[in-house]
């Protein structure tokens, strides 16, 4: 399809559900911070002192080799590793303040840091829920029409792989599928399976095939955002590590996220949790850089508290949207890039979700986030992908992208010259100055009902949640796939049906 | 009752319904800035064209006097009154940067300005809802059930009179009935109707015999905080101005918010709302100070824009949210407190009034709001006053109490011995560090759920907005009225009926 073509598809889509356009953000706005120079320079330093004294653990061999080559203490007969802060932050100096993941569609390409920034669906639930149905176990069907969604909903720009997990697939070839879904349903980046070093690999040749290019190509200009997870406190696991050294090595986005659930991963507070977050994270980065210097590293901030009646994670808090915007200033301290989550503990699409959804938005979005991970869909604390949610928060993320839009301050916006011809008393709807802007002044919902209470109970009475149901179905009846090259869809059914015989199962 | 059987008794109600305690509360960081300098300036210079060269119609003749009285040209047989910025600017420096507004209970004595912020109940709709019998026209029934839930919830430092307007009772004594009301259900402080001269008047006798003081003393610590608007463009009613007038000139903190509703009564531009709204509000100030120099003034914001479909106003915009981020940086400028709304558009207390009212939070307090006005049980852009809001506003409110709590950051408080001892792999739960934090660490929730979904299931699957019509009924069963002196209610009692008879009603 010509990108003429596809302009104009674009624009047929938007004359059925309105939203607004596909395009990249940039916060153009102060950050925002909540921590004093102090306060940073004690947090950095303890983290320094948790990775030179301390130090974590890294349970993969080749992991510890790359380390040791980069100078820091690797422990004889033990997975402990020391690291330096000098060491370590001539590692982090190597990279970029931000970086651009390429769709196959390069339209869809995007960039993240220096003040732009991406959303993605939520990734990984292991359930799907929507109010017709109510909750049920990720199938493969369900995570299709999250792919469908996220390619139709503008205001997303990744996906992450699975935002409903489909475990009715054989855990060892469901990467395959996935990728095989992902490139077929969306022309937007996504987030390979990369656990492990024959999944990373697999994602690899996948991504030449689908792109069309080598190593070399795919280094220059990376097409996968590979989120990632320490294991809080001080563990980096062996096939996290495995997939690292393979997909940093190709110089695809790498992005370590820290696991620090305050009060039982960390110790209970906020500061200390970020302390923790920030050593990790920060030997996350050195060991990408170390693994292919300049690579493009994010820094993951996942930072939670304890419900300390339950024992189990709260999102959306008021501590939540702390860390997040602390971790803005930590991330900003180093020139690294970042990413936050749109996190709720919410069980239902309800007023509780929204605000949740809010308290994570808002302060990410105002300390200059450059990825939201997990931006659409999450529904109880990310163990279900649900169907409504992910309307309400396109909703919520078009807001923002609105917010975002600068500023305009001049004497012809102000319009002064109306002002003294209407006066006192008059109105204003008819001015030329207001038919000028009558389109576009303002922002125009997705799934918002703006109607007076007699029009809105006439229409059925319906909640957010209730339209958001109505919504994403209509998004699925309107969904275009984006046009793939046959040849290059028949390359990568063999060599997904390739490898799956290489994993001992027949091919689809 | 004395402070120490109050506070036993707060202590007493903290045992039913967890909540957080009554406090000032003060925000701690640095403010969000979305205008450049430059764009700053341009607003303040046109708004000064406004008041110089259109100006304001003031359609009371006595304020007009005030008016010339300050040196500004009032123009002869006309309600017009131009007002040279000089003149303008000498009077706003005249008003305080901050203020104090005094309950009955002067455990309830609460600031604004500087930082320190204060929340309001709702004020004025003239519908009230819950979700037993829906929505239906204000009864003071309603009304009443609304104080005393504002006197319960502990987030909640001031009322607006009536947040579901009692339209059962006779508009003429209206203002006595709810008065009265406000004094027995209440210990907390205020808005008093000021519609008018006369039942101005009746608002300040009523507070010198409740209060047990006179003029001079009300002037000192005054008890009411004034809610009007202009009405906008440019005009300054005449039942309004009297009010102003008489609560001005006893002293009491004024707020005046310009009724900027941009595309309908201002151009179609967020510039061209904030310009209207700087030259309406710095008008209102200057006003207020020429009735009494230094009396506490408050800059009003409710900068919203119109729905271009059909010209009704929205609330919890992403234009909504710009304005009153901006408004802070006006404020600021002039070094006025500043008023701003929890408001949303949604008919329903659902997502979308949750995400709304939480764009109008975010931006409001991240700019340093002084006032939130409206601040809870708003729905359906202020015609219903809501019981289940009302209780989903409240943990809102209280998450940002808990957002504002100064971030503490210290080697103590990130426990770096405790992360060396747990080390890679550990458990913090049971750590001496964790068992001091144990209580206090996190937020603690009024109605959010944060159970696991299968024991929200089995609690009911109730979604927040059920969870909050719970709760309300619960705080009104708990209500425990403050105790007010025999003597004083007597007097007051036999005030409002001498009033009532001369305003040619029976009394009760």
């Given at each position: 399809?010509?990108?003429?073509?596809?302009?104009?598809?674009?624009?047929?889509?938007?004359?059925?559900?309105?939203?607004s356009a596909f395009r990249q953000l940039k916060n153009p706005y102060k950050p925002f911070e909540i921590l004093?120079d102090?306060?940073l320079?004690?947090?950095h330093?303890?983290?320094?002192?948790?990775?030179?004294?301390?130090?974590?653990?890294?349970?993969?061999?080749?992991?510890?080799?790359?380390?040791?080559?980069?100078?820091?203490?690797?422990?004889?007969?033990?997975?402990?590793?020391?690291?330096?802060?000098?060491?370590v932050m001539v590692l982090v100096d190597k990279a970029p303040s931000s970086f651009t993941v390429h769709g196959?569609?390069p339209m869809r390409s995007v960039k993240g840091g220096d003040g732009y920034v991406m959303f993605s669906?939520?990734?990984?639930?292991?359930?799907?829920?929507?109010?017709?149905?109510?909750?049920?176990?990720?199938?493969?069907?369900?995570?299709?029409?999250?792919?469908?969604?996220?390619?139709?909903?503008?205001i997303l720009h990744l996906?992450?792989?699975?935002?409903?997990?489909?475990?009715?697939?054989?855990?060892?070839?469901?990467?395959?599928?996935?990728?095989?879904?992902?490139?077929?349903?969306?022309?937007k980046p996504?987030k390979?399976?990369?656990?492990?070093?024959?999944?990373?690999?697999?994602?690899?040749?996948?991504?030449?095939?689908?792109?069309?290019?080598?190593?070399?190509?795919?280094a220059k200009n990376p097409v996968y955002y590979c989120n990632?997870?320490?294991?809080?406190?001080?563990?980096?696991?062996?096939?996290?590590?495995?997939?690292?050294?393979?997909?940093a090595?190709?110089g695809q986005v790498i992005c370590i996220t820290?696991?620090?659930?305050?009060?039982?991963?960390?110790?209970?507070?906020?500061?200390?949790?970020?302390?923790?977050q920030n050593?990790?994270a920060l030997?996350g980065c050195a060991?990408v850089q170390?693994?292919r210097p300049g690579c493009p590293f994010v820094y993951g901030s996942f930072?939670?508290?304890?419900?300390?009646?339950?024992?189990?994670?709260?999102?959306?808090?008021?501590?939540?949207?702390?860390g997040a915007a602390a971790t803005g200033q930590l991330a900003r301290l180093y020139g690294l890039p970042w990413r936050s989550s749109n996190?709720?503990?919410?069980?239902?699409?309800?007023?509780?979700?929204?605000?949740?959804?809010?308290?994570s938005l808002w302060s990410a979005i105002t300390a200059h986030v450059s990825v939201i991970y997990q931006g659409?869909?999450?529904?109880?604390?990310?163990?279900?992908?649900?169907?409504?949610?992910?309307?309400?928060?396109?909703?919520?993320l078009?807001?923002f992208a609105a917010w975002m839009e600068p500023f305009?301050?001049?004497?012809?916006?102000?319009?002064?010259?109306?002002?003294?011809?209407?006066?006192?008393?008059?109105?204003?709807?008819?001015?030329?100055?207001?038919?000028?802007?009558?389109?576009?002044?303002?922002?125009?919902?997705?799934?918002?009902?703006?109607?007076?209470?007699?029009?809105?109970?006439?229409?059925?009475?319906?909640?957010?949640?209730?339209?958001?149901?109505?919504?994403?179905?209509?998004?699925?009846?309107?969904?275009?796939?984006?046009?793939?090259?046959?040849?290059?869809?028949?390359?990568?059914?063999?060599?997904?049906?390739?490898?799956?015989?290489?994993?001992?199962?027949?091919?689809?």
């Amino acid at each position: 399809m010509t990108r003429r073509a596809r302009k104009e598809r674009l624009k047929r889509k938007d004359a059925k559900v309105e939203q607004s356009a596909f395009r990249q953000l940039k916060n153009p706005y102060k950050p925002f911070e909540i921590l004093s120079d102090d306060q940073l320079g004690i947090i950095h330093e303890s983290s320094m002192e948790i990775l030179e004294n301390v130090g974590i653990d890294v349970q993969d061999r080749n992991a510890r080799t790359i380390l040791k080559d980069a100078g820091f203490d690797v422990a004889e007969g033990s997975d402990r590793v020391r690291m330096d802060r000098d060491g370590v932050m001539v590692l982090v100096d190597k990279a970029p303040s931000s970086f651009t993941v390429h769709g196959r569609n390069p339209m869809r390409s995007v960039k993240g840091g220096d003040g732009y920034v991406m959303f993605s669906a939520v990734a990984g639930p292991p359930f799907g829920a929507d109010l017709d149905s109510g909750r049920r176990a990720g199938v493969f069907e369900d995570t299709v029409k999250f792919l469908k969604l996220t390619q139709s909903l503008n205001i997303l720009h990744l996906q992450g792989g699975a935002s409903i997990e489909p475990t009715d697939l054989p855990p060892e070839t469901r990467h395959l599928d996935l990728s095989l879904a992902c490139a077929r349903y969306l022309d937007k980046p996504w987030k390979p399976n990369f656990i492990g070093r024959e999944r990373s690999l697999d994602a690899i040749e996948f991504a030449k095939i689908l792109h069309g290019t080598d190593e070399a190509g795919l280094a220059k200009n990376p097409v996968y955002y590979c989120n990632t997870n320490t294991n809080t406190p001080l563990i980096l696991d062996r096939e996290i590590a495995q997939g690292v050294i393979e997909l940093a090595g190709a110089g695809q986005v790498i992005c370590i996220t820290p696991f620090t659930l305050a009060g039982a991963m960390t110790p209970a507070s906020l500061a200390g949790a970020l302390a923790m977050q920030n050593a990790e994270a920060l030997a996350g980065c050195a060991f990408v850089q170390a693994i292919r210097p300049g690579c493009p590293f994010v820094y993951g901030s996942f930072t939670m508290a304890v419900d300390m009646k339950s024992g189990s994670p709260t999102f959306g808090t008021p501590e939540f949207a702390k860390g997040a915007a602390a971790t803005g200033q930590l991330a900003r301290l180093y020139g690294l890039p970042w990413r936050s989550s749109n996190a709720c503990t919410s069980c239902a699409p309800d007023a509780q979700a929204a605000y949740e959804t809010q308290m994570s938005l808002w302060s990410a979005i105002t300390a200059h986030v450059s990825v939201i991970y997990q931006g659409a869909g999450w529904l109880e604390g990310g163990l279900v992908g649900s169907f409504e949610k992910l309307i309400l928060d396109a909703e919520m993320l078009q807001m923002f992208a609105a917010w975002m839009e600068p500023f305009e301050v001049s004497p012809e916006e102000i319009g002064l010259a109306t002002i003294a011809e209407i006066g006192p008393g008059g109105h204003f709807l008819g001015t030329a100055h207001t038919m000028e802007r009558y389109e576009n002044a303002f922002y125009r919902p997705l799934v918002s009902d703006w109607n007076n209470f007699e029009n809105w109970r006439d229409a059925g009475a319906r909640d957010a949640a209730q339209r958001a149901n109505g919504m994403w179905k209509r998004l699925l009846d309107e969904y275009e796939q984006p046009a793939l090259d046959p040849a290059v869809d028949e390359e990568l059914k063999a060599f997904v049906a390739k490898r799956k015989e290489a994993c001992g199962v027949a091919a689809a």
